[in-house]
Nanobody, 125 residues
Framework: QVHLVESGGGLVQAGGSLRLSCAAS????????MGWFRQAPGKEREFVAA????????YYADSVKGRVTISRDIAKNTVDLQMNSLKPEDTAVYYC??????????????????WGQGTQVTVSS
C-alpha cells in the first residue's frame, strides 16, 4: 500500500519561499512519476510539477515555471517542491501524488494513482 505524507506548508509573505516535502512509502518507486498538485478554494485541482522517479525527468506547469523546482531523494524516498517568489495566487492545499507505469511523452499527465492528504500553503500580500 502506497502511503504519501506531505509536510512543509505554512504561511509566508509574497515574495518568500517554502519547501514542501513528500515522504513516500509502501513500495519501491522505480517506473513511477511523482507529482505535486494544488487546489485553491473554489477551484479545481491543478497540476504543478512532476518528476520521474528513475530518470529524474521533470515537467512544470507554466504558472510556476521558473519559480518552482521539484526534486527527489531516492535514498530517503522523498519528493520535494522548492517554491520561490511566492504569490498570493499560489495559496492552495498542495498534494503529493504518485503515478505507476509511466510511458511515453506524457508520462507526467494525470490520472495519478495515489494521493497524500495535502498541506496548506498560504501566501499573504
Amino acid at each position: 500500500q502506497v502511503h504519501l505524507v506531505e509536510s512543509g506548508g505554512g504561511l509566508v509573505q509574497a515574495g518568500g519561499s517554502l519547501r514542501l516535502s513528500c515522504a513516500a512509502s509502501g513500495r519501491t518507486f522505480g517506473g513511477y512519476a511523482m507529482g505535486w498538485f494544488r487546489q485553491a478554494p473554489g477551484k479545481e485541482r491543478e497540476f504543478v510539477a512532476a518528476i520521474s522517479w528513475s530518470a529524474g525527468r521533470t515537467y512544470y506547469a507554466d504558472s510556476v515555471k521558473g519559480r518552482v523546482t521539484i526534486s527527489r531523494d531516492i535514498a530517503k524516498n522523498t519528493v520535494d517542491l522548492q517554491m520561490n517568489s511566492l504569490k498570493p495566487e499560489d495559496t492552495a492545499v498542495y498534494y503529493c501524488a504518485a503515478k505507476a507505469h509511466i510511458i511515453g511523452s506524457y508520462w507526467y499527465y494525470p490520472p495519478y494513482d495515489y494521493w497524500g492528504q495535502g498541506t496548506q500553503v498560504t501566501v499573504s500580500s
